[in-house]
């Protein structure tokens, strides 16, 4: 029964998407325009935002505000599996410096 349906189903689709409005009916308009020059410009504006902050948070980590405990790495903040042995934590660990091996 309801395959008999699915045929005219299928074009009642075809027969919809073959109408095209006509030429006089589609026009670009100065709303739609005005809509895209405003989001290009917030994009800018957020982008230039960005940039700020990241140089402000380069210029205060080059002066030192930012202390090195501040600087592990984001698997070290995670907690161990029971049973497991927890890394030394005698001194913080600095980006460049060599992990000791677990072997």
């Not at 008999?4 to 689709?13: K, R, S, T, V, W």
């Not at 075809?14 to 917030?42: H, S, T």
């Not at 907690?79 to 934590?89: I, K």
Request: proline share 11%; net charge negative.
């Amino acid at each position: 029964m309801a395959l008999d349906l699915l045929p005219l189903a299928a074009d009642a689709l075809v027969r919809a998407a073959d109408q095209a409005p006509k030429p006089e009916d589609v026009k670009a308009g100065w709303l739609a325009f005005g809509i895209f020059i405003a989001l290009a410009v917030a994009v800018g504006l957020l982008g230039w935002s960005l940039v700020r902050r990241l140089r402000k948070a380069q210029a205060s980590e080059d002066a030192g505000l930012y202390g090195p405990s501040n600087r592990r790495p984001r698997s070290a903040e995670a907690l161990p599996l029971a049973g497991q042995d927890t890394p030394e934590q005698d001194a913080p660990e600095s980006p460049g410096s060599p992990r000791p091996s677990s072997d």
